[in-house]
């Protein structure tokens, strides 16, 4: 079989490049390795920046964000015993955020998709991309059993991490810059509301923590653990005593215990693969680039690769012009490497480094920023600035 766009990975970024192609008229075809079911359950982030709400929106795709997406005009800082909010809307000019589960997005984005007649294949691996230096690229891939091939104009490799796009790329001509971070993240979901509206970053001497949400009556919240931490060494009560201790602050200020339904252990890493075209071949979306969580920007940098690809695609069959195109991989890196240092800067503010030779030091290095954003509003207005993202175009 053929089509124009050969799409591999049903994520965020491989869901949201067909709607916005299929809404260009650009013909595509998704391929997903895995089922349905277990796509729409994967737990992951749950920060939408303005830029990806407004591409849900002009796809069509955001009737439901609209109505139970929580918008957020602030985060909060602890550190010690202190808090300190950041008001996004006074500091950057009216932005702010939303939180909505990445497992609604993706349910959202596939049932569009399907609706809107995209051809979507669950439990169908890509296998290998082959033609990358060609104009006439093939995805083998695996379904029901039988090995096939897709011919395509081009191929867009959003299939996260672990993807086999990427191979397309001769190694020769693709670098990729890594960093891997001395902590790792126990991500857990609770059947409780909430015990705050906000989104509270702490900084403690035992490590960072965080509490998130996923709706009024669920909670997400996160811990640092050491590198290659077992979940199952967590009981539900260690969890909750050692939350209680990093979120300590002066008042009256309670964590809402309830039952937990869900614990796992998220390495944090930063990588980022350059470049992100090579011939008919594009990446996007965690194919090209991780960032560690704190900064949530994981998943919006996937969607504003896909937003920029989607665009370039449109004029390349509405005028023939690859300009946007050949633009794709600098302008996008750009965006990338400002979001991985802002995701490291928040990183380092905020955990504990067990390999510090001077950990003193360090964390008087961390007190000293954390006071400086509580003593200055350009040093608020910085952070607020790169945590809601980039205005839309
Ligand atoms: P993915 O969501 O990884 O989607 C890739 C898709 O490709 C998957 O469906 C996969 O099954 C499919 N695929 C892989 N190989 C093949 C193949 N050979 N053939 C066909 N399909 C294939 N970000 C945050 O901001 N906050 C968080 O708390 C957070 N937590 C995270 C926790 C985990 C465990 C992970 C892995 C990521 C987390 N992220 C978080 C990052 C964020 O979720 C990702 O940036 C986002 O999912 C990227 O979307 P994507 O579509 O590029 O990739
Ligand atoms: C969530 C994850 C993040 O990495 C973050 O910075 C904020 C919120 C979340 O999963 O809700």
Redesign the pocket.
Request: charged share 15%; proline share 8%.
């Given at each position: 079989s053929r089509t124009r766009v050969g799409v591999?990975?049903?994520?965020?970024?491989?869901l949201l490049l067909a709607a916005l192609l299929r809404r260009a008229g650009v013909d595509c075809v998704v391929?997903?390795?895995?089922e349905r079911s277990y796509?729409e359950r994967r737990q992951?982030?749950?920060?939408l920046e303005q830029s990806t709400v407004d591409a849900l929106r002009g796809c069509g795709a955001a009737e439901r964000l609209d109505r139970e997406g929580l918008a957020h005009d602030g985060i909060e800082l602890r550190w010690n015993r202190r808090a300190q909010r950041i008001d996004f809307p006074s500091l950057t000019g009216g932005r702010r955020v939303w939180v909505y589960a990445?497992t609604e997005v993706v349910k959202d984005l596939i049932a569009h998709d399907l609706t809107a007649g995209v051809p979507l294949a669950f439990g169908?691996?890509?296998l290998a991309v082959t033609g990358a230096d060609t104009d006439r690229p093939v995805v083998t891939y695996r379904h029901e059993g039988r090995e096939q091939s897709l011919a395509c104009d081009y191929v867009v490799g959003?299939?996260?991490?672990?993807?086999?796009v990427r191979t397309a790329v001769p190694a020769s001509a693709r670098t990729t810059y890594e960093r891997r971070y001395p902590y790792s993240w126990l991500?857990v979901l609770a059947d409780v509301p909430p015990s705050c509206d906000e989104l509270i970053y702490a900084h403690s001497p035992r490590g960072f923590a965080l509490h998130s949400l996923r709706s009024p009556t669920v909670s997400r919240l996160y811990l640092q653990v050491a590198n290659g931490t077992d979940p199952a060494d967590w009981s539900d009560e260690r969890i909750w005593d050692e939350l209680d201790a990093r979120f300590a602050v002066e008042g009256d200020w309670r964590l809402r215990r309830g039952p937990l339904t869900q614990k796992?252990v998220?390495p944090m890493r930063g990588s980022v693969t350059e470049p992100m075209r090579h011939g008919s071949v594009f990446l996007?979306?965690?194919?090209a680039h991780i960032v560690p969580?704190t900064g949530?920007?994981?998943?919006n940098l996937?969607a504003g690769d896909v937003i920029e690809l989607g665009r370039a695609f449109a004029l390349r069959y509405a005028d023939g012009t690859d300009r946007a195109l050949a633009a794709y991989s600098d302008t996008r890196l750009r965006r990338i490497w400002r979001a991985q240092h802002f995701s490291y800067s928040l990183t380092t503010m905020l955990h504990t480094d067990p390999g510090d030779p001077d950990p003193g030091f360090g964390v008087r290095l961390q007190l000293a920023r954390l006071d400086r954003i509580a003593a200055s509003r350009a040093a608020r207005a910085e952070l607020a600035e790169n945590y809601v993202g980039p205005a839309t175009r």
């Open positions: 591999v990975g049903a994520g965020p970024a491989g391929l997903e390795s895995r796509v992951r982030a749950g920060v990445q169908t691996p890509a959003c299939d996260g991490f672990h993807g086999v991500g796992s998220l996007a979306g965690d194919a969580p949530a920007k994981g998943l996937a």
